[in-house]
C-alpha cells in the first residue's frame, strides 16, 4: 500500500508510466492530457510544452488546452516580449479553431473575421480593440505625430466604429449612439446610416437563430441528442448566412470547439464549405482541421486532395498527403479506402500531364518520356500497393481489374500507345472476358487509333467466342459498325459469321416485347374492343357456313351428270397438284444431294496449309489480307489462328483452300515477313494414326500448374510442336499426364533422348515413346473383366462356365485380397478375338445364385498380387519368433474349443467315443488325424475335398483361415 502511494506521489513514476501508455497507444488523447497535467503540478512548463507540440500534430486542441498553454507562455516571458513570442501562438491556434476566448489585440482582426457576428459576445471583442486603437491615438498625439499619421489612425477608430454599427447586435443601438458622437463627418455617418438600419431589420432573424441554437446546445449537453442541432444548422443555418460564409464559420467553429471529433458535424461544415467558401487558403485550412479530428473520412480525404491540386501545390506535397492518408493506424484500413485514394492519385498525374487534344506525345521528348513513365509506374504503383495490403480480400481483382481499365484508358485517350492499351486489355478480358462489356470496353478503346478496323473486327469475333451473357447485344454492335464505317462486303461477311453463330436472327427480338408483355399494356378499353371484334368476326364465319350450306343445297338440285363432271374435274386437279408437289420434293432431294456430293469432292479436293512463325499481332484479316495482295488466285475457305485455354495466340494457324493446285501456288508466301516475323507455310499432311503415334511422346509426372504454354516452351529446343494434348477430369484439372506431337520422328527421338527426366516448374518429368492402339492391344490382348461375381465362385468353377460358353482359354486370373479371399472380380483372356466378343456381347454370367458382368478390358491380365513383406536384417529373428508364439497360442485355443466339443458329445454318444475323449488329454496336434479320421469315416464324400485341401495346405494362410482349417478337421499328413 506504502509503494502505490510513494508511485502516486512520486511525478518521475507518474511520467514513466503515461510514457510507456502513449508508447503503447500513440493516439490515446487521455494519456496526453494527464501527462500535460502532472509536468504543470511540478511546473515543468517546456515537457508540457512539448508534449502540445505533438498532439497538435495529430489532433485539433480544445480550446482550453490553447488557453492553459498560452497561461503557461506567459509565465516564461516578461510583458515585453510577450506580444513578438505569443502571436506565433495565436495563429497557430486559429489554425484549429477560429472561435476562442483571445485576450491580445495580435489576434482581433483574426478573431473579429467571425467573432464579430456573435450577435451576444462580439461586444466583448469590439470594446477592448476599440479601446487599444484610442489610446494608440492619444499616444501618437502626445508624441507629437504628424497629421498623417494621425488621420490614419482615426481612420482606424472610424472602421471598427462603422463596421460595428452595421452588424446586427444585441448592443448595435448603442454602439451607433457612441459613434453618431464620436463621427465628426456627417457625409459618412450618412452612408453608414443606410447600412445601419438594413443591419436592424435583419436583428430579429439573427436572434431567433441564436436562441434556437442555445436550445439545440443545451440539448447536445443534456441529452447526447445531435439530430436536432443538425436539423438547425442544416436548414436555418443557410437561410441565415445566405451569402456569408463568416456566419457559417461561427456556428460551426463555436459547436466544434466542444464536439471536436463528431464526424457528421465535420461532414455539413464541410459541405458549406465547397458550396459557400471562396478563399482557396481558408479552404485547405477547414479541410485539414476536419482530417486531424476524422481521419477515416475518405471524403474528407479526397477533398483535401482536390484543394491542394486548385491551390496548385508540389506534387510531392499531394503524394505525401496520400502516403499519410494510407499509413495512418487511427483507424481500420479498408479496400475502397486505398482504391479511391490511390485511383485519385494516378487521375492527379494523368490531369498534370498536359497535351493539346489530337496531338500524340512525343515521346522522344525526354521530359515527355518522364512524365508517360510516371504515369505508368503510378498505376503499377497502385496495383501493388492493393495486391500487398489486401491479399486474400474478395474485392481486391474486382479494384484491381478497374484500375487497369483506368490504366488502358489514359494509354488510349491521353498517351495514345496502342501497344500498351493491347497488353492492358488483353490481360483484363483473361479475367473478365465472360462478360460482353469487357469487349465491349476494349472495342470503344481501340477504336481511338487510327488503323482499326482489322483489330476491332477480329474483337467482336472473339467477345463473340468467348462471352457468356449479352452475345445479342454484342452483334447488334458489331453490325452497326459495318453498317456505318466498313464496306458493303463486309457486312455481309459479318452477317454471314452471325447466322453461323445463330445470333442474327436474334438480334432485335430481345428489345421487342413479347405478347403476353403487349397485352398487359393494353388498356381496358381496347380489350373491350378487341371482344367485340371477335364477337363480330364469329358472326360473319357463322355468315360464311350458311352461304356455304346454300350453295351446297343448290348443287344438290343440279343433274347428276353435271354434278359427276364436276367431281371427274376436282379429282383430275387433286392427282395434278399431288404430282407436282412428289415432283418438287424429289427434285428438291436431288439437288440436296448433290449439293452433299459436291461437298464431299471439295473436301477431299481442298488442302490445308500450315502457317508456322506467326508474330502475336497476327489476325485473321491479316492472314486473309495477305493471300489476297500476294496470291490472289488462290480462293480461301477457311482460317484458323490457333489460340490456348487462355485464348492466347500459339504463333501458328491452319488456311483450306480449294485445291491442291492452290496450295502449291501459296507455298510463294514462305519466308513472307508478316507483322515483323517471317512467315513459315508448308501444306499440311494429316498424319494417319500409326504415323501420329510415331509422332507423339507421352509425358506423365506433370505438375498441376503446367500448361500447354509451358510444354511448347520447354520443348521448342527440339522441334516444332504440332499439338499439345494435356488430360483434365471433369472439373478441368489437369491429370498430370498428356501427349506431344512433332512434325519429325528424329524430334522424337530427340525429345525422348534429352529431356526424359527434365523438370518443368520443378517436377521430374517422364518423356516416353507412344504406344499406338495396336501395340496397346496386343499389350493386354483378348481380355475382359468380369465384375459382380459371388465371392464363392474359384477358378476352377468360372475356367469351366467360359470354356463350356465361349471358348478356349489362355489365361485366367481371380483378383484376391491379402487374406485370400476373392474380391469378386476376375480377368480372363481368350485365346481370340471372335471368343472373346461373344463374352462381352453374352454381358452376364451367371454363377452361384449372382449375375457377373463381363466388359472389355483396359488393361493387361496380371498374376494375383502376392504380399512381400520386406524383411530386414535387424529384428528379423524376434518377427519369427513372435510369429511362431501367435500361431502356437492359436493351436492351443483351437484345441481348447475342440475338447469342449468333445466333451459335449461324450454324454450323448457311446463309450467308444468316450475313449477318443482320454486321448484329448495330451495337447498334441495328433488330435487332428483322429478327428479327421471320424469325419471322413461318417463322410466319404468328402474325401476327395479333403485332400485337395491337404494339397494346398503348404500354402501360405492367414491364422484365421488357419482356425478354419483346424476347426474343419484340418488335412491328413
Request: with cysteine; charged share 35%.
Amino acid at each position: 500500500m506504502n509503494d502505490i502511494q510513494d508511485q502516486q506521489t512520486d511525478p518521475t513514476a507518474q511520467v514513466n508510466q503515461l510514457i510507456q501508455g502513449i508508447n503503447d497507444n500513440p493516439y490515446e488523447f487521455g494519456l496526453y492530457q494527464q501527462l500535460i497535467d502532472v509536468y504543470r503540478e511540478n511546473q515543468m512548463y517546456q515537457e508540457a510544452k512539448e508534449v502540445r507540440q505533438r498532439v497538435q500534430l495529430l489532433y485539433c486542441l480544445p480550446v482550453e488546452m490553447w488557453l492553459e498553454w498560452i497561461e503557461d507562455e506567459k509565465s516564461l516571458m516578461t510583458p515585453e516580449d510577450s506580444p513578438t513570442i505569443l502571436l506565433p501562438f495565436y495563429e497557430l491556434a486559429l489554425k484549429d479553431y477560429r472561435y476562442y476566448k483571445l485576450s491580445r489585440r495580435e489576434g482581433y482582426e483574426k478573431v473579429l473575421t467571425i467573432y464579430s457576428l456573435d450577435v451576444n459576445r462580439s461586444t466583448k471583442f469590439w470594446e477592448p480593440y476599440l479601446d487599444f486603437e484610442s489610446q494608440q491615438l492619444e499616444l501618437m498625439k502626445q508624441k507629437g505625430e504628424s497629421q498623417d499619421e494621425l488621420n490614419k489612425q482615426i481612420g482606424r477608430i472610424r472602421s471598427i466604429y462603422r463596421r460595428r454599427a452595421i452588424l446586427p447586435t444585441m448592443d448595435m443601438l448603442v454602439i451607433w449612439d457612441e459613434y453618431v458622437k464620436w463621427e465628426t463627418d456627417q457625409e459618412e455617418l450618412q452612408k453608414v446610416q443606410q447600412k445601419y438600419l438594413e443591419a436592424q431589420n435583419r436583428i430579429d432573424i439573427v436572434t431567433n437563430f441564436e436562441e434556437r441554437f442555445q436550445n439545440a446546445y443545451a440539448d447536445l449537453e443534456d441529452k447526447n441528442d445531435i439530430e436536432q442541432m443538425l436539423d438547425l444548422l442544416s436548414k436555418d443555418l443557410d437561410l441565415l448566412a445566405q451569402d456569408n460564409f463568416n456566419y457559417i464559420m461561427l456556428y460551426f467553429e463555436r459547436i466544434l470547439s466542444e464536439y471536436t471529433l463528431n464526424q457528421d458535424l465535420w461532414e455539413l461544415y464541410i459541405q458549406y464549405t465547397d458550396e459557400k467558401c471562396k478563399k482557396k487558403e481558408l479552404k485547405q485550412e477547414i479541410y485539414e482541421n476536419s482530417l486531424k479530428n476524422c481521419p477515416q473520412s475518405k471524403e474528407f480525404w479526397l477533398g483535401y486532395l482536390r484543394e491542394l491540386e486548385k491551390n496548385e501545390v508540389d506534387s510531392d506535397t499531394i503524394v505525401n498527403s496520400v502516403n499519410q492518408a494510407l499509413s495512418s493506424t487511427q483507424f481500420e484500413m479498408t479496400i475502397d479506402f486505398s482504391y479511391d485514394l490511390l485511383k485519385h492519385l494516378c487521375e492527379y498525374q494523368v490531369r498534370s500531364f498536359l497535351t493539346p487534344p489530337g496531338v500524340i506525345p512525343d515521346q522522344s521528348n525526354e521530359i515527355v518520356k518522364l512524365k508517360v513513365d510516371s504515369i505508368r509506374a503510378m498505376y503499377k504503383d497502385s496495383i501493388e500497393n492493393l495486391t500487398e495490403q489486401f491479399q486474400g480480400d474478395p474485392l481486391l481483382i474486382t479494384y484491381i481489374e478497374k484500375l487497369i481499365l483506368s490504366h488502358a484508358e489514359v494509354e488510349a485517350y491521353k498517351i495514345q500507345d496502342k501497344k500498351q492499351v493491347q497488353e492492358l486489355m488483353e490481360d483484363y478480358v483473361k479475367q473478365n472476358g465472360y462478360q460482353m462489356m469487357s469487349w465491349a470496353n476494349y472495342i470503344k478503346l481501340m477504336r481511338v487509333f487510327p488503323d482499326h478496323e482489322k483489330t476491332v473486327r477480329g474483337l467482336f469475333k472473339r467477345g463473340l467466342q468467348i462471352a457468356r451473357d449479352n452475345k445479342v447485344l454484342l452483334a447488334e454492335l458489331w453490325i452497326e459498325w459495318e453498317k456505318k464505317f466498313s464496306t458493303i462486303q463486309n457486312i455481309d461477311q459479318c452477317i454471314k459469321h452471325l447466322k453461323k453463330l445463330n445470333l442474327y436472327s436474334q438480334i432485335g427480338k430481345n428489345i421487342r416485347p413479347s405478347q403476353a408483355q403487349y397485352q398487359q399494356q393494353v388498356p381496358e378499353q381496347n380489350q373491350k374492343q378487341k371482344k367485340n371484334d371477335k364477337k363480330g368476326q364469329n358472326q360473319r364465319q357463322d355468315l360464311e357456313y350458311l352461304e356455304k350450306e346454300v350453295r351446297y343445297d343448290a348443287q344438290a338440285d343440279q343433274p347428276q351428270k353435271k354434278r359427276q363432271q364436276k367431281e371427274d374435274f376436282k379429282n383430275d386437279q387433286k392427282y395434278e397438284r399431288q404430282e407436282r408437289q412428289n415432283n418438287d420434293k424429289n427434285r428438291e432431294q436431288q439437288q440436296q444431294i448433290e449439293k452433299d456430293e459436291a461437298k464431299q469432292n471439295q473436301k477431299k479436293k481442298k488442302k490445308t496449309l500450315y502457317l508456322n512463325n506467326l508474330s502475336e499481332e497476327t489476325e485473321e484479316e491479316d492472314i486473309m489480307s495477305m493471300f489476297a495482295k500476294i496470291v490472289p488466285d488462290v480462293q480461301l475457305l477457311d482460317v484458323r489462328l490457333i489460340r490456348d485455354e487462355n485464348n492466347k495466340k500459339k504463333g501458328f494457324a491452319f488456311v483450306d483452300v480449294e485445291s491442291s493446285e492452290m496450295a502449291e501456288k501459296s507455298l510463294k508466301l514462305h519466308n513472307y515477313h508478316l507483322k515483323g516475323k517471317a512467315l513459315k507455310i508448308h501444306i499440311y499432311k494429316p498424319p494417319s494414326e500409326g504415323e501420329k503415334d510415331a509422332l507423339t511422346v507421352y509425358v506423365t509426372n506433370l505438375p498441376y500448374t503446367c500448361n500447354e504454354e509451358k510444354l511448347r516452351d520447354h520443348f521448342k529446343d527440339v522441334g516444332v510442336v504440332d499439338e499439345v494434348r494435356l488430360l483434365r477430369d471433369k472439373d478441368g484439372k489437369l491429370r498430370g499426364y498428356g501427349y506431344i506431337q512433332f512434325q519429325d520422328k528424329k524430334q522424337v527421338d530427340l525429345a525422348v533422348n534429352t529431356l526424359n527426366k527434365s523438370k518443368i516448374d520443378g517436377r521430374t518429368m517422364v518423356v516416353q515413346y507412344s504406344k499406338s492402339n495396336k501395340e496397346v492391344r496386343d499389350h493386354i490382348g483378348y481380355t475382359v473383366l468380369i465384375k459382380n461375381l459371388s465371392y464363392h465362385v474359384n477358378e476352377e468353377e468360372l475356367k469351366d462356365y467360359c470354356e463350356q460358353n465361349f471358348g478356349e482359354i489362355k489365361k485366367l486370373t481371380l483378383a484376391k485380397d491379402d487374406r485370400g479371399k476373392s474380391k469378386g472380380l476376375a480377368f480372363v483372356e481368350f485365346v481370340d478375338e471372335q471368343t472373346m466378343n461373344k463374352a462381352i456381347q453374352q454381358k452376364d454370367l451367371p454363377l452361384r445364385n449372382r449375375t457377373g458382368l463381363i466388359m472389355k478390358s483396359v488393361r493387361q491380365i496380371t498374376e494375383p498380387k502376392v504380399e512381400v513383406r520386406q524383411q530386414h536384417s535387424e529384428g528379423k529373428g524376434d518377427k519369427k519368433r513372435d510369429a511362431k508364439r501367435e500361431r502356437k497360442t492359436l493351436i492351443s485355443s483351437i484345441i481348447d474349443e475342440i475338447k469342449n466339443e468333445q466333451k459335449d458329445e461324450v454324454k450323448e454318444q457311446s463309450k467308444a467315443v468316450q475313449s477318443q475323449d482320454k486321448s484329448f488329454d495330451i495337447p498334441d496336434i495328433k488330435i487332428k488325424e483322429g478327428i479327421q479320421t471320424s469325419l471322413i469315416k461318417d463322410n466319404p464324400q468328402q474325401e476327395n475335398t479333403i485332400a485337395e485341401e491337404q494339397q494346398t495346405q503348404t500354402k501360405k494362410m492367414s491364422n484365421n483361415d488357419f482356425k478354419k482349417f483346424l476347426l474343419s478337421g484340418g488335412g491328413k499328413k
